[in-house]
């Protein structure tokens, strides 16, 4: 029996139709993830990195290929498998002692069990202190680790985390991106990350997955082989975001065309309006 958090994804393919015709979004996606590895996923929008993420948490069933979690298919949702998206999606009439505890409605154990496991959440988030606060009380960051600790709080084999820092402002993602890196030492669960942010991949992930759009595909694996914690301004982080950063920089130069000289706009106008030297 696998260990638990192994992810096994074998010849995924995936399309929608559209207006009665087939748009393939994923094409043969193969990729092993080990138990408690961070992997990070990045590329272009529309390259099937959110597609990827909600057939694995089992949002969506209708693709070909293989899904295989700790040994066995992935079918519907399951407690397994959390996921963090971009929104916070909290109950605003709720507090965050309540959003975080409705994740826990349908599991089994006492009252006493589950408010103790809510509480060790919210500390884990470093919310303490706002057991009985709205959403509107919150700031976006605050919100976002409230998500994360309802996504926890069911202890899940893997933990899937959508964008969930790209509506925050830069100096709150780079905190909530150093919190989420101390969450996952300290749980050591699976998790996978989908993001546009190069340096926020290599900051997170034992690995990181570039992606290539229409149909999403896997470029490349670059394997990111730095000490934990990361030192953003060290050579060897910005050497390894650079080898990351050239798979798209090349390939925007091969899709690029030789810019067009446009006709001086002088020689198009009639012999009247030419100007006089």
Not at 2 to 23: M, N, R
Request: glycine share 8%.
């Amino acid at each position: 029996m696998p260990h638990a958090g192994t992810l096994s994804i074998a010849h995924l393919h995936k399309q929608y139709e559209v207006k009665g015709q087939a748009l393939p979004v994923l094409e043969d996606i193969t990729l092993s993830i080990a138990p408690g590895e961070f992997v990070s996923i990045v590329g272009a929008s529309g390259c099937g990195k959110s597609t990827l993420l909600r057939l694995v948490v089992g949002l969506e069933a209708d693709y070909r290929g293989e899904i295989v979690l700790d040994g066995r298919r992935v079918v519907g949702t399951s407690l397994q498998r959390g996921i963090v998206f971009q929104e916070h999606r909290l109950f605003p009439w709720l507090t965050v002692e309540q959003n975080i505890r409705l994740a826990l409605l349908n599991t089994p154990g006492s009252d006493a069990d589950k408010q103790r496991n809510v509480q060790e959440h919210i500390a884990l988030v470093g919310l303490s202190g706002f057991e009985q606060a709205y959403p509107h009380q919150l700031s976006g960051g605050m919100s976002q680790r409230v998500a994360i600790a309802r996504a926890l709080v069911t202890r899940p084999e893997i933990l899937l985390l959508d964008e969930p820092f790209g509506a925050l402002d830069a100096l709150t993602r780079a905190y909530l991106q150093q919190e989420l890196h101390r969450i996952w030492q300290a749980e050591g669960i699976t998790m996978i990350i989908v993001t546009h942010d190069v340096e926020e991949a290599v900051y997170l992930g034992d690995r990181v997955v570039v992606m290539e759009p229409r149909p999403g595909r896997i470029r490349r694996i670059v394997p990111v082989g730095l000490p934990h914690p990361r030192d953003r301004a060290a050579l060897p982080f910005a050497q390894v975001r650079d080898d990351v950063l050239k798979e798209f920089t090349g390939r925007l130069a091969e899709l690029a065309e030789p810019p067009v000289r446009p006709e001086p706009v002088i020689d198009r106008l009639p012999p009247t309006f030419q100007f006089a030297v």
